[in-house]
């Protein structure tokens, strides 16, 4: 029954964002959507209930995670807009290997999606066996993997190393 109502609750919660609209028929409808889905999805396994981010460590690394977000997506826009702009220096695009402390699948994919959202830096593919992302960077770092990994997802699974087993 737990494992119901927090997929119940995490359905509901992607449906609000998702339709973004307050009536009495959209709520009804995504009440009963959510509750069909949660009960076909529940035997398939255990989920994170959504709960468990009402832990003052998970609240205090969340708002970590999401203000250092923040401030890379807002850094990297004005930078590329001012580099577009003022043609100075030239974009040096390029595909750049770097290593991930991540093992799990939510680690991996928490880093992919999350550093996507920076325009530096687009992900392109998962090694899972030597434990490398590949990306696409707007400017290629000069010192190689570890200038890259420095440069591109090491704060970002610092934070998320407490987040994700």
Same mark, same amino acid.
């Given at each position: ?43 398939? #396994?255990? /989920? $994170?209930? *959504?709960?468990?981010?009402? &832990?003052?460590?998970? %609240?205090?690394?969340? !708002?970590? +995670? ?27 695009? #390029?595909? /750049? $290997?770097? *290593?991930?402390?991540?093992? &799990?699948?939510?680690? %991996?994919?928490?880093? !992919?999606? +999350? ?27 000069? #010192?190689?993997? $570890? ?15 407490? +987040?994700?087993?």
């Amino acid at each position: 029954m737990k494992r119901v109502a927090a997929l119940f609750v995490w359905c509901l919660a992607t449906w609000i964002v998702l339709t973004w609209t307050a009536t009495i028929e959209q709520a009804a409808f995504g009440v009963g959507i959510s509750l069909v889905v949660a009960v076909a999805l529940a035997p398939l #396994g255990n /989920v $994170v209930r *959504p709960w468990c981010l009402l &832990s003052p460590r998970v %609240l205090w690394r969340m !708002g970590r +995670l999401t203000i250092f977000v923040l401030v890379q997506i807002a850094r990297a826009n004005v930078s590329l807009a001012w580099r577009v702009w003022h043609r100075r220096p030239a974009l040096e695009s #390029g595909l /750049v $290997v770097t *290593p991930t402390r991540m093992r &799990s699948d939510a680690g %991996l994919a928490a880093v !992919g999606l +999350l550093s996507s959202l920076i325009v530096d830096n687009q992900i392109v593919d998962v090694d899972r066996g030597s434990h490398e992302l590949l990306y696409h960077a707007v400017t290629v770092p000069e #010192g190689g993997r $570890v200038s890259a990994y420095h440069d591109i997802n090491e704060g970002l699974e610092t934070i998320l190393l407490g +987040l994700v087993a």
